[in-house]
């Protein structure tokens, strides 16, 4: 899931309807008010994991794991999902990816996935928020069975959720 800066939007992605479902929040922050406002079929793969979206809200990003892309769009509404329009995608190094995060002003990516030795690789991008300038950087392996990640936002702290004996 994601959610717009400000808290009044909330995005679910799901693989098994390949789609990302967008919700209003009539109080931000507060789930319990959010109703349906539009929905996007991921029609690149056929297995979305994560979204992320640039700051301003006129790019998202999906992560996949039926090909291992990540999938760039261009938003022609900020933060709605019903106006996307597929731009490019590149393959990432991680089989099986499960997340993806950007740092705030676009010059880094971050996939996170149950392939490989279990890492996050971290890609730097020479274009601002252009997936095809990525670069593979490095990765760090985590072990186990990583599924999602998020940055502080000063980058001094990651926190990573995973699937251990079933237990999340």
Known sequence: FFFKPDGTRL??????GDDIDQYDLTTAWD??????????????D??????HFKPDG????VIGATYDDVYEYDLSTAWDVTSASYLQNISISEPNPEGL???????????????GDDDIDEYNL????????????????????????FF??????????????GND
């Open 58 to 61: 006129l790019k998202m990003y």
């Open 11 to 16: 995005y679910v992605i799901g693989n098994s």
């Open 101 to 115: 995060f950007f740092k705030p002003d676009g010059t880094k990516m971050y996939t996170i996935g149950l392939g």
């Open 31 to 44: 789930i319990s008010t959010a109703s349906t406002n539009g929905r996007f079929v991921v029609a690149q």
């Open 46 to 51: 056929g297995t979305p994991k994560d979204l």
């Open 152 to 165: 502080r936002q000063d980058g001094l702290k990651a926190f990573i959720t995973q699937q251990t004996s």
């Open 126 to 149: 020479s274009t601002a928020w252009d997936i095809t300038t990525a670069s593979l950087l490095q990765a760090f392996t985590i072990g186990g069975t990583p599924t999602s990640m």
